[in-house]
């Protein structure tokens, strides 16, 4: 969850720090610093805040050499302050590191080093392992990559770590297991991030770290991989599809607001070159080899969290409907807790923005042991998630760096509806002339959205009269029941305000008693088969009178009279109304954390790629 970045070669390694921090802030902002070594001295600066305050801070200070890296933190172990910051460094001043993931035997290793003589200065377990690496190195007389290789072979957890010593000033050391760390390579330069986004700008060739590999970059020989078990691995250099203005804001005020509107384009991406609704036909690169194994599973589990999680059930809906296969959805998260039953003949299905989700990557783990097909849906090419999947496909919607999820969760929509329309056609389960009819709906959801946002004035008028709400509730029904779940969380990732999903009818098992004249109530009140039930519920909340806003297939009267605000979506098939209803509930949480002056790409205590467990 944390953001590290490295820097060794000709340039000043300060600058390009600092940006890269600043591409990564989306990871984590609790604190920030960075660690410079010049003329055999070691520099760290670290500040409690944003990147804009370690800048601040480090403004008078010398910020030369051409060796540096650099993290901003999502706080685990320890409050956020100036001492639990990163870089952490050992006892004797001569080794500092930065750090991603959880140290998980922390505890007993520090009472050892205690015993030893460390003394501790921050509350993290980061600083347990510099101490650690520091120890190793002391006794054993050993280099610095060496003692960092030991050292790993000792803890448990999670890990990505960047470490360099004013004692080797020609060297990085870099590691991984269970959290991402890419090594872009330039003209006689290395570049080491989290993700890509603070590399693109220098170079396309990149490096991606396996599981406990050890990347030993020397300003003379290179690069050399090896695992921590010593032995030698050849670099696999890929290439960036990533574009440097996709990182921009592109003239919009947030994040955020650029990759709601970006969702025509994105869906188009999603789609492109795997449908064709003229010529009748949806194939997924990704999974054709996988087909027929996911046309005779016995049934589906799809593993997820947050966001993707919602995502999820709504896919439960269209594989349940149009490959008739049965679904199970699982919290990632709580997976593997319960011992589940999994056997060879189910295809397991993890989604995740990322693909880096400790979670879902842990019990894809599990199901691999347990012998079943593993499918990806991820959205960051190379991540960890579509490297240890059989197959999958990438939903292509471009770097997401507002944290509360928009573009990524609607291109997860159309990529889990094309599968379930893919699959269900091998199976003969649906007829050719909704299989049209579906093509149809899928290929025209750009130009709709286009129409849709451009209601967006009106959706900021609605969403100035419930900005003070303390409390909401979202209601759906069928497939719009988990949109209902999503666009809840929108309102509380971002503005704060507590809000609750339900599916409509379970309204008056309970949460009915929380309506009354201050509560706004949001509902997907679209015309489908389950419209006149709709209709019955938003008259049980206006008789407790409750504030209505509902969203509406465009032209509906018999809600309109009833609701105290009503938001129009275009005239479609329910199977694509999932995701169009999103866009409103995406630009009412928008609009409503903007008048809160919340911090709306970072919101506070989230990150955008959650990497621990």
């Not at 800048?55 to 650099?70: C, H, R, Y």
């Not at 849906?377 to 496909?393: L, P």
């Not at 979202?474 to 503005?495: D, H, M, N, Q, V």
């Amino acid at each position: 969850m944390c953001g590290i970045v490295g820097y060794i070669g000709s340039k000043r390694a300060y600058p390009i720090l600092i940006k890269g921090l600043s591409r990564l802030e989306y990871r984590g902002y609790d604190s920030a610093g960075v660690a410079l070594l010049e003329d055999g001295k070691l520099n760290v600066f670290k500040r409690q805040g944003k990147v804009l305050d370690l800048t601040n801070f480090v403004a008078d200070n010398p910020t030369s050499g051409t060796v540096g890296i650099g993290h901003t933190r999502w706080a685990t172990h320890g409050l956020p302050n100036d001492i639990n910051a990163h870089p952490h460094t050992s006892g004797d001043g001569s080794i500092t590191l930065v750090h991603n993931g959880i140290i998980e035997n922390y505890d007993i290793l520090k009472k050892e080093l205690i015993k030893r003589g460390h003394t501790f200065k921050s509350e993290t377990d980061t600083e347990v392992l510099v101490h650690l690496i520091e120890d190793i190195k002391e006794k054993s007389g050993v280099s610095l990559a060496e003692a960092v290789r030991i050292a790993l072979n000792e803890v448990h957890g999670a890990y990505a770590i960047v470490v360099i010593s004013p004692e080797e000033p020609n060297k990085i050391i870099a590691a991984k297991k269970s959290s991402p760390l890419v090594i872009g390579m330039g003209e006689d330069e290395y570049y080491l991030a989290s993700d890509a986004t603070p590399i693109v700008e220098y170079t396309k060739n990149v490096v991606y770290l396996e599981d406990e590999q050890i990347a030993i970059i020397d300003r003379e020989n290179g690069l050399r991989i090896i695992s921590i078990s010593n032995k030698e691995v050849s670099p696999y250099v890929q290439e960036l599809e990533m574009q440097l203005e996709e990182l921009e804001k592109g003239g919009y005020e947030h994040f955020m607001l650029k990759e709601i509107y970006e969702q025509p384009r994105a869906i188009h991406d999603s789609f492109r070159g795997r449908l064709n609704a003229k010529e009748g036909w949806v194939s997924l690169g990704g999974i054709k080899d996988y087909e027929d194994q996911i046309a005779k599973a016995n049934r589906i589990i799809i593993i997820a969290c947050g966001t993707s999680w919602h995502a999820a059930l709504v896919a439960e809906y269209y594989f349940e409907d149009l490959a008739r296969i049965p679904v199970e959805v699982e919290y990632a998260s709580e997976f593997r807790y319960r011992n589940p039953i999994i056997r060879k003949d189910d295809v397991v299905i993890a989604i995740s923005q990322s693909g880096e989700t400790a979670d879902t990557l842990a019990a894809l783990k599990m199901a691999k042991e347990r012998g079943a097909t593993l499918l990806g849906i991820v959205n960051v090419v190379g991540s960890t998630i579509s490297r240890v999947t059989d197959a999958g496909s990438y939903t292509h919607a471009g770097p997401e760096i507002g944290v509360a999820s928009t573009k990524a969760f609607t291109t997860q929509l159309v990529l889990l509806a094309m599968m379930a329309l893919s699959i269900g056609h091998k199976r003969g389960t649906i007829e050719d002339e909704k299989f049209q009819t579906l093509l149809d709906e899928l290929e025209a959801l750009p130009e709709k959205i286009e129409k849709l946002l451009k209601s967006d004035d009106y959706i900021r008028e609605v969403s100035t009269i419930y900005k003070d709400a303390q409390n909401a509730l979202y209601l759906g029904r069928g497939s719009s029941f988990p949109i209902a779940l999503e666009g809840a969380l929108k309102l509380k990732e971002i503005s704060y305000i507590h809000a609750e999903g339900y599916p409509a009818a379970e309204m008056k098992h309970g949460p009915i008693a929380l309506i009354d004249e201050n509560m706004p109530v949001f509902v997907i009140a679209t015309h489908g088969e389950n419209y006149e039930k709709v209709v019955s519920n938003i008259q049980e909340v206006k008789a407790r009178k409750g504030k209505l806003i509902a969203i509406v297939s465009k032209g509906d009267t018999m809600v309109r009279e009833i609701a105290d605000h009503v938001i129009e979506i275009p005239i479609s098939d329910e199977f694509v109304v999932p995701i169009l209803a999103t866009i409103p509930f995406q630009l009412i949480s928008y609009h409503i954390a903007v008048m809160r002056e919340c911090n709306v790409d970072q919101p506070r205590n989230l990150a955008k790629s959650v990497t621990v467990e």
